[in-house]
């Protein structure tokens, strides 16, 4: 019994250390990063606004 309730209390243990060593690694994007990110989330937001549209277009006469 006491072997299971190690084994259970073990595993939050586990992600709270492996989630403290992933935030440790992480680092703030600079001004220039951050641009960019943003531009190509805006260029593929529009890509797959404009095949949406497209699609639509196509399957309203049908």
């Known amino acids: 019994m006491s072997e299971k309730l190690t084994e259970f209390m073990d595993v939050p ?22 641009i960019q990110i943003c531009r190509a989330v805006a260029i593929g937001f529009a890509v797959m606004g404009f095949i949406g549209y497209f699609v639509k277009l196509i399957h309203i006469p049908m």
Not at 16 to 31: E, M, V, Y
């Open 13 to 34: 243990q586990q992600f709270i250390r492996d989630g403290n060593q992933f935030l440790a690694r992480c680092t703030k994007p600079s001004q220039k990063e951050f």
